[in-house]
T-cell receptor, first 114, second 111 residues
Framework: NAGVTQTPKFQVLKTGQSMTLQCAQDMNHEYMSWYRQDPGMGLRLIHYSVGAGITDQGEVPNGYNVSRSTTEDFPLRLLSAAPSQTSVYFC?????????????FGEGSWLTVV | DAKTTQPNSMESNEEEPVHLPCNHSTISGTDYIHWYRQLPSQGPEYVIHGLTSNVNNRMASLAIAEDRKSSTLILHRATLRDAAVYYCILRPNTGGFKTIFGAGTRLFVKA
């Protein structure tokens, strides 16, 4: 049972480099989202998508781009990494627009920008 | 977006019940109340959710106030493995899924 799969699990970047965090889910969920979690802090919503071709900004979208070309995949792109983007990133998915449905999280991607 | 308020931290003794409070005074009529927990170095996991009535499952119970402006997650017998951050969130039924998490409550369990 794969669920929500994130890659890579760990990554070190130099300031100014670009990279993409991958997220895939095999549960045919409509809703997907990305959160970041700084040390000792809660989760902050970066971007979310309610279906293929539809994305929207969350609480902290600056410095990140997303796209949703398929139901399964929701990659998060850092165009020019900054030390302030050092964080743990979690991808999440949910089965439908019914708010009663639960959210499934990936195991996280630890990103360090030096 | 409706917000929730939780204490920063709580402490419990092992094998004793734990009541984790959450205030959501601006909740709308169609908002569901969800609880998730996050163990160290892991992603959050679902615990329980409800709309109006109290709910029970194998992990916990959820008590919802009659006016829905607050709720309480109840762990009936805390174990050391329950030490985690617990998040209370609202999931709106409209406007897509802009689900906002707060800082949560860090639960410490003493042996």
């Amino acid at each position: 049972n794969a669920g929500v799969t994130q890659t890579p699990k760990f990554q070190v970047l130099k300031t100014g480099q670009s990279m993409t965090l991958q997220c895939a889910q095999d549960m045919n969920h409509e809703y997907m989202s990305w959160y970041r979690q700084d040390p000792g802090m809660g989760l902050r919503l970066i971007h979310y998508s309610v279906g293929a071709g539809i994305t929207d900004q969350g609480e902290v979208p600056n410095g990140y781009n997303v796209s949703r070309s398929t139901t399964e995949d929701f990659p998060l792109r850092l165009l020019s990494a900054a030390p302030s983007q050092t964080s743990v990133y979690f991808c999440a998915s949910s089965p439908s627009r019914d708010s009663g449905n639960t959210i499934y999280f990936g195991e996280g991607s630890w990103l360090t920008v030096v | 977006d409706a917000k929730t308020t939780q204490p920063n931290s709580m402490e419990s003794n092992e094998e004793e019940p734990v009541h984790l409070p959450c205030n959501h005074s601006t909740i709308s009529g169609t908002d569901y109340i969800h609880w998730y927990r996050q163990l160290p170095s892991q992603g959050p996991e679902y615990v329980i959710h409800g709309l109006t009535s109290n709910v029970n499952n194998r992990m916990a119970s959820l008590a919802i106030a009659e006016d829905r402006k607050s709720s309480t997650l109840i762990l009936h017998r805390a174990t050391l493995r329950d030490a985690a951050v617990y998040y209370c969130i609202l999931r709106p039924n409209t406007g897509g899924f802009k689900t906002i998490f707060g800082a949560g409550t860090r639960l410490f369990v003493k042996a």
